[in-house]
């Protein structure tokens, strides 16, 4: 018989604030559910479009997917963020993010004896990935906590989930040049490129940062928070052509396709940069919104230069601080979720509509 799922996993994180919950959704006015994260706002009338006009896709898609879309990747990350140098056998699409990350150690091969290392405070499904692959699971902030004995696969993060931290040119350059001198598979997940509030977005897919090279490179990227579509599941992983190729191989055998119209949807919207613009002045109104909201109620905010949430602190146990919002009926994902280090912290998603974030705001004056 197979090993419980509990004896090989963390418990599932949401499952341990169900009481906060209960007790945010008996206030008055209701919840301001602040926790997860989620779009609300609608999915743009370019991508609803694209999915009608292909609903009519009696037959298979292909794993690789069309290359029309693949070259949209190309195109908007040269358009966005001037990376040159893409072409689009660099580049395979992917039935959301958190799939590609939580199977990738164990499509790549990884296993027992080899470790998967990611930051300290980090999105749970690294370690879940890692532990899934049988691999061993390391949380360091700094390649030096390493020593001699090098990860096979190490995570990045910018800007960061759960604490918005955006890392900057010089610092990604660093890390390609010591994970190449290692032999270590560097995975940057960049979701939130297109959210930076504080400084410049950075990716190790520019050529000023890696060289000109993607060997050993694998870059994520998500339309879930930038469109508005994380009901369609639809991301890509672009970089090393080698580990896509064999990626594609694998995914081939296991059927992890993208179905045509969702594809389709996608590549219409990575084509148009207006709809992002007008989401991206939605979150900014709404992050000063709250920002102001929780300083003004004595919380501490920390790093939340990029992503969509804001990291707080009052300075107390971070489970004290979900409890005491959660009598303000406002819902919040308590720090440790993301780590230990993450232990008096909450993460503020203000992915919420104006009208709850006003609200959060009024319960915190």
């Not at 900057?168 to 979701?191: F, I, M, N, Y």
């Amino acid at each position: 018989m197979p090993a419980p799922v509990s004896s090989r996993f963390p418990d599932f994180p949401w499952d341990t604030i169900l009481d906060a919950k209960a007790a945010a959704g008996a206030h008055p006015g209701g919840i301001v559910d602040l926790s997860v994260g989620t779009p609300v706002d609608d999915t743009p009338r370019i991508a609803q479009d694209a999915l009608r006009a292909a609903s009519n896709s009696p037959g298979y898609p292909t794993v690789l997917g069309p290359e029309s879309l693949r070259q949209a990747a190309v195109d908007w990350l040269e358009r966005r963020f001037a990376i040159t140098g893409v072409t689009p056998d660099a580049v395979l699409p992917t039935v959301g993010s958190k799939e590609l990350i939580g199977n990738l150690p164990m499509q790549l091969g990884f296993g027992p004896g080899d470790t998967v290392a990611f930051p300290s405070l980090a999105y749970p499904t690294y370690e879940v990935g890692a532990r899934y692959a049988g691999c061993t699971p390391v949380a360091a902030d700094s390649t030096v906590a390493f020593g001699p004995s090098a990860p096979q696969l190490l995570y990045l993060n910018s800007p960061a989930n759960p604490h918005g931290q955006v890392l900057g040119a010089d610092h990604l350059r660093k890390v390609v040049e010591w994970c190449r001198e290692r032999g270590t598979l560097l995975v940057s997940d960049e979701c939130y490129l297109e959210f930076v509030w504080e400084g410049e977005p950075a990716s190790i897919l520019h050529p000023e940062i890696n060289g000109g090279s993607l060997d050993g490179l694998l870059a994520v990227h998500s339309l879930s928070k930038r469109s508005n579509l994380a009901g369609y599941r639809d991301a890509f992983v672009v970089g090393d052509r080698g580990i896509v190729a064999e990626l594609l191989t694998l995914r081939k055998h296991l059927g992890f396709m993208l179905p045509r119209p969702v594809a389709v949807a996608m590549e219409a919207a990575l084509g148009d940069d207006a709809h992002v613009d007008e989401q991206r002045a939605r979150y900014a109104a709404r992050r000063g919104v709250l920002r102001a909201a929780l300083e003004g109620a004595g919380f501490e905010i920390s790093h939340s230069e990029g992503s969509l949430y804001l990291w707080a602190t009052r300075g107390e146990s971070c489970r004290s601080t979900v409890e005491w919002l959660a009598e303000r009926g406002i819902l919040v994902a308590p720090g440790d979720f993301y780590g230990p280090a993450g232990g008096q912290h909450v993460r503020v998603a203000f992915t919420a509509t104006d009208e709850r974030v006003a609200a959060a705001a009024e319960r915190l004056a």
